[in-house]
């Protein structure tokens, strides 16, 4: 049993998938469909939280908008998820950026890292 879930999730993966970590401010490519229409929808924010693994593995995304913070949790390995395209490298020291949700303004930034 546990070997035919494993093929089955082996074939849901994706070829090429973007390298990111939490911290970092990436663009999310998601397509969006409208009655008989498709289109490409881009949603920007910094990355609070990776989780999960295999075909489950899910990420969040945290962006202000008009003073309102909103947050959308993507599967990785979603058709839907057209690609990941990361904009800068943040330097951080934990896993999970919970904290960014009661910050405001420049104090919530997360600082780039330079290599």
Sequence with gaps: MNEIIKEIEAAQLKENVPVFNVGDTVKVYGKIKEGNRERIQVFEGTVIKKQGGSNRATFTVRKNSNGVGVEKTWPLHSPNVEKVEVVRQGKVR?????????????KAKVKELVK
């Design 94 to 106: 934990r896993a999970k950026l919970y904290y960014l949700r009661d910050r405001i303004g420049k």
